[in-house]
């Protein structure tokens, strides 16, 4: 392939390493047109230390903050923190229990990523679901524990 489009092994190796960077990474820099080797190289080494879905989940945050400079997107997909300074004025609140409202001046900025606020949001959804799940189980596994020993305390003293 490399003789074919008269340039180097090492070109088209990169370059197909590069390639297989998912879209919603490359979505966060704007355009595959910012993506050089030198920076997809580090993206890929990114990808490989957290891992891919990882890394789509930081890439919808930067798209969502429409993060204008290449250094602050790969610094929301390096520490996975949202940046301070770039978080618009916005209020969320939940009108009945079953809608979840969105309100700011900045607010229409999110339009076009309402698909990718809608995977967040169910990623986060089903973190806290688990979290709860593995809370309330730990809370089982220590009152079992109490009661054995309480159980254990007054067989002793009989």
Do not use: Y
């Not at 297989?20 to 979505?27: D, E, K, M, P």
């Not at 939940?94 to 990623?123: C, M, N, S, Y």
């Amino acid at each position: 392939m490399a003789k074919a489009l008269s340039v180097s092994v090492s070109h088209v190796s990169r370059c197909i390493a590069v390639s297989q960077l998912s879209g919603t990474v490359v979505a966060a820099f704007g355009s595959s047109e910012k993506i050089s080797f030198r920076l997809g190289s580090q993206l890929l080494s990114i990808r490989e230390a957290i891992g891919a879905a990882e890394m789509d989940r930081r890439a919808i945050i930067a798209s969502v903050f429409q993060l204008a400079s290449v250094e602050e997107v790969l610094h929301v997909l390096t520490t996975g923190i949202e940046p301070f300074q770039r978080h618009p004025n916005l209020w969320i609140s939940v009108d009945d229990e079953k809608t979840l409202r969105i309100q700011g001046p900045d607010a229409f900025k999110l339009i076009p990523h309402r698909g990718g606020l809608e995977v967040a949001i169910k990623a986060f959804l089903i973190d806290v679901s688990e979290r709860k799940a593995q809370q309330r189980k730990a809370r089982a596994k220590k009152a079992r524990r109490a009661r054995v020993l309480h159980g254990r305390g007054d067989s002793g003293n009989s």
